[in-house]
């Protein structure tokens, strides 16, 4: 059982230490690494072909977290009966109708993806990064669990027909994504979730969207 996560030299420090914090909070080992330069894609492929061939991965956004710990424990457990497991993304500027499993939460076995024939996760024309490995799935009839947004801070993007996600997004599994980590002005929510998580404290999400609207002065 492995958890990844790669950042850019762009990334605030706060984030990157928030991120180990939550992580140690919940008794799971988190493997940061700066990739600044590497492609996504190209790093995803690399990683995985070089994990064991009995090694179950979790992939994850250096700037997303579990709010509770079943978030991980679940998603291990699937990946590990053979399910491609992650968060659900739309790739609204390639192909705004397809809904994937993004590598900002993405967990499956390496057994899994030899199955799927070891498709790549780089981007392609039609595709964003790990967007392939989906398609590929859903030919081959693996099974497939994606974890659906529930709320988020800002709206910002359709998910196909379904539901909304954008910046400060919640997960039904008990996630938190920040997106767009490199904007400062971004930064406070993903560092106050994890202040919250870290005290032990229920998220609440109008209480932090009423704030978001001062801190922000959108009204």
Not at 15 to 32: C, H, M, P, R
Not at 94 to 112: N, Q, R, W
Not at 136 to 149: D, H, L, N
Not at 165 to 189: C, E, V
């Amino acid at each position: 059982m492995k958890i990844i996560s790669m950042y850019w030299n762009n990334i605030d420090p706060r984030i990157i230490k928030a991120q180990a914090d939550v992580f140690a909070y919940f008794g799971f080992s988190l493997e940061q690494m700066e990739g600044t330069g590497i492609d996504h894609g190209d790093w995803l492929d690399d990683t995985m072909g070089k994990l064991p061939e009995d090694e179950v991965v979790l992939f994850i956004d250096i700037d997303c977290i579990p709010i509770r710990k079943e978030a991980i424990t679940e998603a291990f457990a699937a990946a590990s009966r053979g399910c491609f497991y992650g968060v659900a993304q739309v790739a609204n500027h390639k192909d705004k109708e397809h809904v994937y499993i993004s590598p900002v939460f993405m967990c499956l076995a390496k057994k899994t993806w030899r199955e799927m024939g070891s498709p790549s996760f780089k981007e392609t024309a039609n595709s964003d990064a790990g967007q392939n490995v989906t398609r590929v799935a859903e030919q081959k009839g693996i099974e497939i669990r994606m974890s659906m947004p529930t709320g988020c801070l800002k709206p910002v993007w359709n998910l196909s027909d379904v539901g909304l996600y954008g910046i400060g997004t919640f997960y039904q599994s008990g996630l938190f994504h920040l997106f767009q980590a490199r904007k400062q002005r971004n930064i406070k929510w993903f560092l106050e979730v994890s202040r919250q998580v870290l005290a032990g404290q229920r998220i609440n999400l109008m209480a932090l969207q009423k704030k978001y609207n001062r801190w922000f002065g959108l009204f």
